[in-house]
């Protein structure tokens, strides 16, 4: 079946502008979750969705920061005024939390979008 | 916070030899441990999951985890130049509401 989508691939944007990062879930997921990858660095959670339930957004490194997630499925994830410390992959994984799956919460990765921010 | 630490290498082992990583954690409620493993410019992938102490093996991966230690690692056999990658270690203190912490992840090269 189809994996997890993401759009764009890549994204070069100026410094200031705002950008969206869109995903698209396996099918039948509830969970859903995004991260960040540096050059060199490992993976950095951000936020975490889980249907429809408000998420817990800590993780977000700022206010600058914002994710949404329509209908329990597609989720887009909104920098604004973006800086060039937001360079970075952003990658979206989903699960299917909590019990469906035969490894409890594996994740399933989406191919990322790849920022650039000039 | 929770902190994951891994031997960024490289590590470069060569073919047919044992590969082992190796992966700390400081979160002493993590109950399971997820290995990825991430080509390079691709997303990753798991590889093994493991929750008990002791060796879980499936096919040429063993995983080896140590609750008492807070020590898990991964052991390769029989490395072949696919296993090439970057193998990332993610403890999980169970839910996944806080998703997963990675360690930065351990780049290993096997040399034909």
């Known amino acids: 079946g189809a994996g997890v989508s993401q759009s764009p691939s890549n994204k070069v944007t100026e410094k200031g502008k705002d950008v969206e990062l869109r995903c698209d879930p396996i099918?039948?997921?509830?969970?859903l979750y995004w991260y960040r990858q540096s050059l060199g660095q490992g993976l950095e959670f951000l936020i975490y969705?889980?249907?429809?339930?408000?998420?817990?957004k800590s993780g977000l490194p700022s206010d600058r920061f914002s994710a949404e997630r329509t209908g329990g499925s597609v989720s887009t994830l909104t920098i604004q005024r973006t800086q060039q410390e937001d360079s970075a992959v952003y990658l979206c994984?989903?699960?299917?939390?909590?019990?469906?799956?035969?490894?409890?919460?594996?994740?399933?990765f989406g191919p990322g979008t790849r920022l650039t921010v000039t | 916070q929770k902190e994951v630490e891994q031997n960024s290498g490289p590590l470069s082992v060569p073919e047919g030899a044992i590969a082992s990583l190796n992966c700390t954690y400081s979160?002493?409620?993590?109950?399971?441990f997820f290995w990825y493993r991430q080509y390079s410019g691709k997303s990753p992938e798991l590889i093994m999951f493991?929750?008990?102490?002791g060796d879980k093996e499936d096919g040429r991966f063993t995983a080896q985890l140590n609750k008492a230690s807070q020590y898990v690692s991964l052991l390769i056999r029989d490395s072949q130049p696919s296993d090439s990658a970057t193998y990332l270690c993610?403890?999980?203190?169970?839910?996944?509401?806080?998703?997963?912490?990675f360690g930065k992840g351990t780049h290993l090269i096997i040399q034909p």
């Open positions: 994984a989903s699960s299917s939390y909590p019990k469906a799956s035969a490894i409890p919460y594996e994740q399933y």
């Open positions: 099918s039948g997921h509830t969970a």
């Open positions: 969705f889980q249907g429809n339930s408000a998420p817990d």
């Open positions: 979160d002493r409620g993590s109950q399971s």
């Open positions: 493991i929750y008990s102490n």
């Open positions: 993610a403890p999980d203190s169970g839910g996944g509401a806080d998703g997963l912490t």
